[in-house]
């Protein structure tokens, strides 16, 4: 079985090498002519999946994105073609709900107004807006949902409407699909026209798709004069990122809020267990086997530990500036993809396991829930 997989998809071999003989490539120069005698394509966010890539092939059975967007999927026409498809939904969401606390962390401390005191709109409460409304809630900062799927299922659910969520905070993070056209579509959500009513102060943080919020807006209200606090992960029409946008963001990065070790190979282990269900077969690997014992892996706190201290061990963990330093070095250098591709090790506030120094006392209400081992 010949297995075509994404060269930044971790442990591909490990997991898939007794399935078949893998051979890795650049997702985003993939040709129809290298994937013609593919029978298991495994891909990332940067392949468009569709007629013309597998034009040239008659044999292909299954494909997976490790990834947790699926707009790059024509699953329509992989239908169509009986090719079975699985994407791995969940698998970075802690990562990226890693990101986004800690860009409001730094937010937060460049406004001088702690978080506890702020508002936080999170639009789009699926794996990733539910872990961050629980987070948030954790850490007793405000946040109001917006759902209008959620809540057209589920009657308790406490959506907002967009325009009226966006009256209301003083943040607002984005964790949508991209969806072009239907009732809901999430296409320039933030646009020309609500840019204009929503207050200067209001930051906004995008870490879903990048034409989710339309950059050229972003960029026009900027040149205004309006000094907004954004914080991009992801942008319209990348890997040609709008250059001219980055001077106005406070935390710019290359798509790599889902980038955590645990984050990228949970995506590589749920596609491989996919594959073994749809060839009936047992699974052999699991995660646990690959990843690396992480560099931090225990630590001890008192019972003087208060919520103002949860940023310190969060930033051991993972501190977003590390991201946008290295964008802002090498974007016009290396480039984006690079920047990818060349990602530094991060490790999950999972590998960290926090003990208190006296066993008799409880762990403080505001960790649970953040995502450490106790
Ligand atoms: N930057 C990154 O590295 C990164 C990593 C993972 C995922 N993502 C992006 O984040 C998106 C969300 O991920 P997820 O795992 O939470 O997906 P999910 O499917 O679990 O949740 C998405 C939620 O958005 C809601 N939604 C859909 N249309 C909406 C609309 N118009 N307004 C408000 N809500 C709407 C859905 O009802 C759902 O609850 C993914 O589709 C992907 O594009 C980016
Ligand atoms: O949808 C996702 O899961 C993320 O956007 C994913 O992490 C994107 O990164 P890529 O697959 O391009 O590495």
Redesign the pocket.
């Known amino acids: 079985m010949k297995i075509y997989a994404d060269e930044n998809m971790p442990y591909v071999q490990q997991f898939f090498a007794d399935l078949g003989t893998v051979q890795l490539v650049d997702g985003r120069q993939l040709t129809a002519a290298q994937v013609a005698d593919a029978d298991v394509l495994l891909v990332r966010?940067v392949t468009q999946v569709n007629a013309k890539l597998l034009s040239q092939n008659n044999c292909l059975k299954f494909v997976g994105t490790a990834?947790?967007?699926?707009?790059h999927i024509d699953q329509a026409y992989l239908t169509s073609r009986e090719i079975s498809f699985s994407s791995a939904?969940?698998?970075?969401?802690q990562?990226?709900v890693e990101?986004v606390l800690s860009s409001l962390f730094l937010l937060a401390e460049q406004q001088q107004k702690p978080l506890q005191q702020w508002t936080v709109g999170v639009?789009?409460?699926?794996?990733?807006?539910?872990r961050l409304v629980k987070t948030l809630q954790a850490l007793e900062v405000k946040v109001l949902q917006?759902?209008?799927?959620?809540a057209a299922n589920e009657p308790d659910f406490p959506h907002l409407d967009?325009a009226d969520l966006l009256t209301q905070v003083d943040a607002v993070s984005?964790?949508?699909?991209?969806?072009k056209s239907g009732d809901?579509?999430?296409l320039k959500?933030i646009n020309q026209q609500n840019l204009q009513q929503l207050p200067a102060h209001v930051a906004i943080i995008n870490?879903?798709?990048g034409e989710v919020t339309c950059n050229q807006a972003l960029l026009n209200e900027a040149k205004n004069g309006i000094k907004r606090p954004l914080v991009l992960?992801?942008w319209d029409n990348e890997p040609n990122v709008l250059l001219e946008l980055v001077p106005y963001t406070r935390i710019a990065t290359a798509?790599?809020?889902?980038?955590s070790i645990e984050?990228k190979a949970r995506g590589t282990e749920m596609l491989y267990q996919a594959l073994c269900k749809t060839l009936k077969m047992e699974p052999k690997h699991q995660l646990h086997d690959f990843c690396p014992v992480p560099v931090m892996e225990k630590l001890q706190i008192s019972a003087n530990f208060r919520l103002s201290d949860v940023q310190n061990v969060c930033r051991m963990l993972y501190d977003v500036r590390r991201d946008d330093a290295l964008f802002r070095f090498h974007l016009q250098g290396h480039g984006f993809d690079w920047l990818r591709k060349h990602y530094p090790p991060r490790r999950e506030f999972s590998s960290l396991q926090v003990q208190l120094d006296n066993p008799a006392v409880a762990i403080p209400e505001f960790l649970n829930n953040l995502g450490f081992r106790f």
């Open positions: 966010s990834t947790i967007g699926v707009d939904p969940g698998c970075n969401a990562s990226v990101y639009i789009g409460v699926g794996q990733i807006g539910s917006s759902d209008p799927l959620r967009v984005f964790h949508v699909p991209l969806v809901y579509p999430t959500l870490a879903s798709r992960d992801v798509h790599i809020a889902g980038h984050g």
